[in-house]
Structure formats: structure tokens, C-alpha cells
């Protein structure tokens, strides 16, 4: 896909892109997320770029939602529908549903929608959920053990491109070579014509390391899982949870994480944790073992009579002679035994294996009390414990990244499919939680819908009264005060929105003729100033001349009486009505006028009323389901026609009653 012909995608958004490892898909697949981490484009621009891409994929001219009251409707419904999302990603994702008058589109949503619709929403799987994120890549690994080497000026730019992790470093000879292996534990050349040189030092010529870069930084992968650990997890437990199919077996994936550190090093390994225990309690041990040779010989001196011949004492005295020989003739032996419990120690308290020869040469063999190490021999003990460690850690992690590496696409997969059922539970939730269906979409116009429940009303979903509307054409929709006629276009318009995203609608059952737009236009408030009304006229005037044959569309408008005085405002509805009824429109106009509109036109328009049943302790009991072809009576009428049924108002009543036939 070429990232510039997706609409909105200029030069500089592309470049931005084009810094995203595979930015074709991302916006394929509609991945906000993943959009949204290229340089300097927001969520919210990352999924107008999503849905631009899709618009562009399918031929989609956009712009269903054609009016502001049209758009907050949408708004609304991706709102319930984000509401009932655990993850971040599956709120950002489900923005790249909107509501298309393409059918390919629609078919694509719905074939999603009728899988997600299957789906049980289960509050484990909820719980699992909370713990799942798409991945990061950690960004930031540096390894300043190991460095690379070549002779060579286009592999040197190629290695810093290829393994950023370690320094790349140019040599030109075997002495240069030599030097690096100084610096760095590790140097890796590049060049075949370095083989077989001989340099001292871990120096391993392998001209294909650049095509395995898992063999020179197993750091890369093992703290990609290492950050990733507890999502990976999350949605391994999500495929458990929810029975999901998994990619992998997710019990080797766990065996392969429990062996990782957050920090990305590996645990759980007994000869590593033993080498590691050594190196840090190496001093703490020498000072023990010690301790142990001076115990055992001060209280064999103490339990010792020593007698000292006269030619002896004569040579202590008068040549300086040390207590040493003395202390070598007479207790040689308990000085061995001594020496040789300090030794002991020291190789069981480290748990020493291969080192156990330099442990032991730690403690001289000359009688010597007290007894004290051989610094140069510890120096060299800790340096062989550590060299152990360090090979046994680099072996471990390789081992160990080896593993991993072949389990990364699985794993990212398993993240993907979890987030993904996220979206599918979402849409899951609010068919349930609405009662929805999935409505019929077709080319004929018009709609029909039955047992109608708007999510939108200001009281509860359950207290909400089923409506059963259906139109085609174009039809005014009179109501008593209060009856329900606003809230039977916000009906109509979320059913009608929701249907065009291809999600299921909360209504029993719902055909719905599919349009290029929807122009949804709200009660305003008060009268307009003249050139407010000027600009709302044009606006009209603009639709009626826009409509096509192959751009059908929905018309939608509360009260447009408010706009102007009553008299005029009864004329213009007229007028639009008529010129609306001879184009591809469906259209509602909620009116209070609808008797001056019917007198004003000279076309026979639709009238269908909202009816009052009559009053029930002071209240109105409405029959929320607009009558076809009945103009609603008014409120004031059926208190009149209360009171003229009380009697008793000598015919005042009644006469007032038949004014209004
Ligand atoms: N289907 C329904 N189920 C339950 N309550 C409803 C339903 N429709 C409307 N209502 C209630 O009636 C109130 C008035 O509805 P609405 O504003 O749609 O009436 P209206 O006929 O447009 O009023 P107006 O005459 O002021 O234009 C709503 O706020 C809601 O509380």
C-alpha cells in the first residue's frame, strides 16, 4: 500500500510512518496503537489515518455523518461501545469502525460483528484482559561487553544498522584485533580474513552474525520478553480463560518465562545461582575460614605445654628466631589440620567445584598463626568465579534467547488474538447489554424497526418503552408534548448509524435502507438571527439539489419551526418536504405544525403521530410508537376533552372540545 494515497497521509505523516517496522500493516490491519507511536501523530490522528486507509481500501467517498448532530449521534454510539472495553488498544480500535455507505464495507463489519456476537462475555475473561497490552520494543538495550569488528566501511555502517545494541568497531590488522579483545570480553569479527588469526581473548570471527543477531545480544530478545513477561502472560491466561486456540503450547511458554528476570537475566538455574552465591560471599567465606584455622589452633596452643629446649630458647632470644619454627616443629600438625578445616570451609561454604584447587592454596602450607589468606590466591579465586559465572550467564542466556527467539512471532500472535477478543467482547457486551440484533441492510430505502430501545434516553435502559417505527419516503411525525418524538429520531438515527458501521442495533428486529449519508439536524434553540436562518436555508437548499440517485440519503430534523416564525415556518417545511419527496430521501421532519405544513403543500405528504392515550392521574400515558398516517392530538386538547367527560361545566368544556375538530 502506498502510504501517501491513503487520504490524510501527506509527505510528512508518511515519513512518520515509514519509522514504524511494518506501517502497511499496521494500517491494514487498522492498528491504532501501533500508529500512534510514530513520531508526532496523536491517538486520535492515528485512527483518522486508520479509517482513512479502510475509506481508501474500499472506494469509500466518507462523510456518512453529514451534520454535527449526525456526528455527536456516531460519537455516542462508539462511546457505548468503548465503554465496554478493558484495554486501551480495543477502545482505540474499535475507532476505526465508522459508520460507510459502501456495502463492501458494511459486509466486512458484519461478518466481524456476527463472530463477535457469539462470543460469551465472561467476567474471568474480563479479569484476564486487564493485564494484556500490545507489545513494546524495548528501544533502549545496550550490551558494552561485546563489540563487533571489521576492516570493512560498508559492513561497519551495515553491523550499526543491523545490531545497534553493541559498538561496531573498525581494525584494520591482527594487532588492532588484539587490542579490542582487551577492551571487551567479547569481540566478534566480521571478516572472513580474520580467521584463523591468533589473538588472545574471546575472539570468534563469524562473518553471519549480522543475519543472527539473537547470537551476538540474546539481550535483544530476552528483554523483549522480560518487558513484555506479564503481558504475555496475560493473554496466555486469556486463551485459557476464555478456551481460545493458541498459537503455541502454552505451557512451554510459561516454562520459557518463569527462567527470565524482569531485569532479562535468567534464573532458576542452580550451577549459575551457585557460581553468583560464590562470587558475592567469596570474602565473607575467606574471613570464616579464617576464623575456623585460628579457632582450631589457638585452643590446641592453649591446650598445648610446650617445652622449650635451653637451645632453643637461646636462639628465640639472642638471633630473633621466629615463634614460627618453633610453632612448625611442635605443632606442625595441628597447624595441617587447622589449615586444612579452612580449606574445607571454604570449598563447602561456596559450594566449589572447579575451583576447589585455587580455594585450597588460599591458606598457606607454612605454619603461620594467626592463620590469614593469601590475598594474590583469593584475587585469583574471585577472578576464576566470576569468568565461571559470566561464561555459565552468557551460555544460559543464549540457551535461553534461543528458546524465546522461536516463540516471538507466537507470542506477539497470542497478545493480538487476546487484545483482539477484547474488541469482539466489547461489541459481544453491548448487543447483550442492549438487546440488539443484527438489522437487515438493504438498497431499497426506508427502514423499518420493531421493538426499538434507544440506549440514549435519559432513564434507564430497562424503564426505556419498545418503539416500533417504520418510513420510506419522507413524512412529518407530529406528537404530543413530551411524547417521544425527539427521542424517535435519535432512535432512528443510532439504529440507522450503527447499521451503516455494520454493529447490531438495539431494537427486536430493523431493516434499514442503505444511504450515503445521514443528515441528522437537532431542535435549535430559540429563533436564528437572519443571516443564521439565511445559512441553515442554504444549507437544505444545498442537500435537496446534492441528492443523487446513487447517493441516497436520510433526512432527519427536530422541530425546524424553532428557526423562524411559526407561519413562515410552516411554508419552508412544506417546501423542503416536497422537493426532498421527489429524490432518493428518507426523511423525518418532527413538527409541531404538521396541520399549517399539510395546508401549505401542494404534495400529499405522510403525517404519522405520536398519540396520547389519554391522562392517568394528572400524567400523560403515551403510546410511544409513532400511529401511521395519524396527526397526533396536542396535549391541551386531551385535558379538554377530560374535563368536558367530567361534566358539570354547563357545555363550556365541550364547546372548547369542538374547536379543535
Ligand atoms: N421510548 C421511551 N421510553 C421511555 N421513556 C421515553 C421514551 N421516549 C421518550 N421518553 C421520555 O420522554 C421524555 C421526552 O421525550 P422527548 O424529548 O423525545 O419528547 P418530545 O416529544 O420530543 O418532546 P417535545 O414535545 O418537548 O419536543 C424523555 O426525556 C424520556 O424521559
Known sequence: MELESVPGVGAKTAAALRELDDPERALSEGDVTTLARAPGISEGRAARIARGAIRAEHGDPGGFAATPRAREIFGEALGLLQERTVTDYAAKRLETLYPSGVRERIEEVRSFTERAMEREPDPDVRAALAGVEPLSEPGDVRVRDRCLATSDAERYAEAQEAIPEVSVEVVDDARQLAELARSYSTVVALDEAFAGVDVEGDVRVEPDALSEPASVVPERVLTFFARNRDRVRAAAEVHRVAGLDAPCDLGTLADALEQLDADG??????????????????????????SVANDHLRDAIEERDVTIEGTDLLSLVERGAGVDSLLQRELADEYAAAVEKARDHLVDALRLRDTEATARRAFPDEPAYPVERQEDVVSRLREELTAARDRRATRRKRELADDLAEMRSDAESLVTAALELDVELAVARFAADFECTLPEVTDEGGFEIEGGRSPLL?????????????????????????????????????????????????????????????????????????????????????????????????????????????????????????????????????????????????????????????????ELRVNRSPVKGKLARSTPELIVEKLADDGGDEGFYSGLLGKFE
Open 458 to 618: 435519559d432513564v434507564a435502559f430497562e424503564e426505556v418503552e419498545p418503539v416500533d417505527y417504520g418510513v420510506s419516503g419522507v413524512t412529518v411525525l407530529s406528537g404530543v408534548n413530551s411524547g417521544g418524538k425527539t427521542s424517535t429520531l435519535d432512535l432512528v438515527a443510532l439504529v440507522t448509524t450503527l447499521a451503516h458501521m455494520g454493529l447490531p442495533v438495539p431494537a427486536e428486529s430493523a431493516r434499514i435502507g442503505r444511504v450515503a449519508e445521514l443528515h441528522y439536524h437537532a431542535k435549535t434553540q430559540g429563533t436564528l438571527d437572519a443571516g443564521a436562518f439565511e445559512a441553515t436555508l442554504r444549507e437544505f437548499g444545498g442537500l435537496v439539489t446534492d441528492v443523487a440517485a446513487d447517493r441516497p440519503v436520510m433526512v432527519l430534523v427536530d422541530e425546524l419551526e424553532s428557526i423562524t416564525e411559526p407561519g413562515a415556518a410552516a411554508t419552508i417545511i412544506a417546501g423542503i418536504l416536497e422537493s426532498l419527496a421527489e429524490r432518493e430521501v428518507t426523511a423525518v421532519f418532527v413538527s409541531h405544525l404538521a396541520d399549517d405544513i399539510l395546508e401549505a403543500s401542494d404534495a400529499d405528504l405522510a403525517i404519522d403521530g405520536i398519540q396520547a392515550e389519554g391522562l392517568v392521574d394528572g
Open 265 to 290: 537475566s535468567v534464573r532458576g538455574d542452580d550451577e549459575l545461582d551457585r557460581l553468583s552465591t560464590a562470587v558475592d560471599d567469596l570474602d565473607a567465606a575467606v574471613s570464616t575460614a579464617e
